[in-house]
């Protein structure tokens, strides 16, 4: 809550409770807020503005010392002190509920916590909107009490809401949305739904320990569900005909002269996985584990290692980043023995860490297919799930003739390198390529995320209640064009069916391999025309003439025009149609320039005005001629200027300025 024009200015007394507050000295704060309430019945009255908001901040600061029946009562009163004097949609009035109800959770009256949490919710989504923080933190704490109740239909639902608002809000990575996607696995834990509950327990754990340390009781309490879904798993009896079986099979494999001094291969490997899926699952997900513990005669820990979250990906790991359960005689045992399987496929999901690999004829792949996902003229696209982390990735693969052929073994180099500048690339809207490989037969390249749609998919289905998600999407595409033209990195193909749209979050994808700028600037090439969509390049790329980034700026300008007449209740199909009938009737907008401006005048005077803004971008886009289209710098400068103006929703809060992300927010009330 920050202070208002209009209110009594503070006393020394009330700031200096307040800043006890939030150094959590809460005694301190405690008395003097009494103080306040005291002298502002006196001077003001019980039903002054400054007199609610001491007795609210004494029943918070009574509520963080466990003091709960006398923070309740504050809060009733402040409830219907701020509904009298305020109103009940009153920002101030939304706090004392909000506050009353989570006062009542922890003292398990969970009944009319439940009532004034929903209330909360649908309060908080009408005046502030359903992304609102705010609003997100009601509707956590609602699940919460659904939770306690044992309603986990209803509570998984929205843990399951609050996992991807948060996720989209805040980042994958954040402390609350690891404590919705902990609650989440908790409440199928509850339902007996162990798989997912594990996974994501087990991610839990991982990014727990990432973000707030290996000992954060946060994380514990992650390792102790964890081995409690574990243990909540029926296994395979150890005694059954199949479990024998297997057991002989791996005394056999591992019995083999002097195997334990020889390298193992991706091919042993995984038979050695196989072998292991047949009685236990989560051992199969980690052979290298498996070989490197049996051999130096410490098998009884796997489980241990799998329920602190250790996997093959982590290889290689040194003796300090080994888990604690492993004794300390045989760490270095552990750290050396990695040498037997330290295949190179494991650089695969390295990054910008890793090596490009090349796999020989009939060397197998550490990936199992799972599904097509798309095929272009240049190659295939499909879901793939590696064998090594057991994640999920997209796969472009392309016939090696038609990147190699006729080429001399530098110009591989070249390309090879190039795909480790890729690698490097972090950015929110730019698709992670995660490896690269090479066969017999084909190029390959990692990617993640795989993704729930593409753009051209999404306008397809959009429809009204989709259109303040589609708005953020203009900045967040600029933004993500001018980090890549940053780094001296073209698409070179720009099109809706080369961004992904992943959990409201937009991403380029398959941009070209493009090191290739060559003029005083760094960014004109006149090389030949590969992979360009004709609807979308533009004329000096159709026209084999020297092109540069202002070439990226045409094509997004095409994919922006789309977007915008799904904003104006139009289709992207209504443009191409519109063209054929106008101008010159030809269907392409860089053939078209006359029937692209009188399409322009129609969509500005249909619909909404206020986004008539991004036609003006998209005009200064498709530009003929390149030198005097924006730069991407300068279209996010646009963007950002037509937020100053008024335009609000025209850019992600991700991709918004420093400056724009600033405000009152006292994050203490997120506790």
């Not at 701020?82 to 706090?95: M, N, S, Y």
């Not at 972090?426 to 993704?451: C, Q």
Request: charged share 25%; aromatic share 8%.
């Amino acid at each position: 809550m920050s202070w208002r024009p209009g209110r009594r200015l503070e006393t020394k007394e009330y700031q200096l409770a307040r800043t006890l507050y939030r150094q959590q000295k809460y005694d301190e704060a405690e008395q003097l807020f009494r103080q306040s309430v005291q002298e502002r019945e006196k001077a003001l009255g019980i039903t002054h503005e400054d007199t609610l908001d001491s007795r609210y901040w004494l029943a918070r600061t009574l509520h963080r010392q466990q003091k709960y029946d006398e923070a309740e009562q504050l809060f009733r009163q402040s409830v219907q002190e701020r509904e009298k004097a305020l109103g009940i949609t009153h920002e101030d009035t939304l706090w004392s509920r909000y506050k009353l109800a989570h006062t009542l959770h922890q003292q398990q009256k969970y009944d009319e916590a439940e009532q004034l949490f929903r209330q909360s919710v649908q309060e908080r989504e009408k005046a502030l909107g359903i992304t609102h923080e705010d609003t997100l933190w009601s509707r956590y704490w609602l699940a919460c009490t659904l939770h306690r109740q044992q309603k986990y239909d209803e509570a998984e639902q929205l843990f399951r809401q609050s996992v991807q608002e948060r996720e989209k809000a805040l980042g994958i990575t954040h402390e609350d949305t690891l404590d919705s996607r902990y609650m989440l696995a908790r409440t199928l834990h509850r339902q007996q739904k162990y798989d997912e509950a594990e996974q994501l327990f087990r991610q839990s754990v991982q990014q727990r320990e990432r973000v707030l340390g290996a000992e954060h009781k946060d994380t514990l309490a992650s390792k102790e569900l964890l081995q409690k879904v574990i243990l909540a798993r029926a296994p395979l009896a150890t005694s059954s005909p199949l479990a024998e079986t297997v057991r002989s099979r791996l005394d056999d494999f591992f019995n083999r002269g002097t195997r334990s001094q020889t390298a193992y291969t991706d091919s042993e490997i995984q038979h050695v996985s196989l072998l292991l899926r047949q009685v236990n699952t989560q051992w199969s997900k980690v052979p290298r584990t498996y070989i490197i513990l049996r051999t130096i005669t410490c098998l009884n820990l796997l489980d241990t290692f799998i329920d602190l979250g250790f996997s093959d990906y982590w290889f290689p790991v040194t003796e300090r980043g080994l888990p604690h359960c492993l004794y300390s005689s045989r760490r270095a045992q552990f750290v050396a023995a990695q040498s037997l399987v330290m295949t190179r496929s494991l650089d695969l999901e390295k990054g910008d860490k890793g090596q490009h690999h090349h796999f020989r004829h009939n060397e197998p792949l550490p990936f199992e297919e799972k599904g097509v996902l798309g095929t272009g003229g240049f190659g295939q696209v499909d879901r793939i799930l590696s064998l090594i982390s057991f994640r999920e990735y997209a796969r472009k693969r392309v016939p090696r003739s038609t990147i190699f052929g006729g080429r001399k073994t530098e110009d591989v180099k070249l390309f090879i390198a190039e795909i480790q500048v890729l690698k490097r690339l972090k950015h929110r809207h730019v698709a992670e390529f995660v490896g690269s490989y090479t066969d017999s037969r084909y190029m390959g390249l990692i990617m993640s995320p795989v993704a729930e749609m593409d753009l051209s998919t999404y306008l397809a289905s959009a429809n009204a209640a989709s259109h303040k998600e589609l708005r953020t999407f203009f900045g967040c595409l600029a933004r993500a064009l001018e980090f890549l033209h940053g780094k001296r990195i073209r698409h070179k193909d720009i099109k809706p069916s080369n961004i992904l749209v992943h959990r409201g979050n937009v991403l380029f994808t398959d941009f070209g391999l493009a090191f290739d700028f060559t003029d005083a600037e760094g960014s004109t090439t006149a090389s030949a025309v590969n992979g360009m969509t004709p609807k979308y390049c533009a004329p000096e790329v159709a026209n084999h003439e020297p092109r540069n980034t202002s070439s990226d700026i045409w094509s997004l300008g095409v994919v922006f025009l789309e977007m915008a007449a799904v904003l104006k209740g139009k289709t992207a199909e209504f443009i191409y149609e519109f063209l054929l009938e106008h101008g010159s009737r030809q269907g392409f907008v860089r053939t078209n320039r006359s029937g692209l401006l009188e399409l322009l005048v129609i969509l500005k005077e249909t619909s909404t005005p206020t986004d008539n803004v991004v036609l003006i971008w998209t005009q200064d886009m498709l530009i003929e001629q390149p030198t005097l289209r924006p730069t991407a710098a300068g279209l996010m400068g646009s963007i950002t200027v037509a937020r100053e103006r008024g335009s609000r929703g025209l850019c992600g809060v991700c991709c918004m300025s420093p400056d724009d992300l600033s405000n009152d927010f006292d994050e203490l009330d997120m506790s």
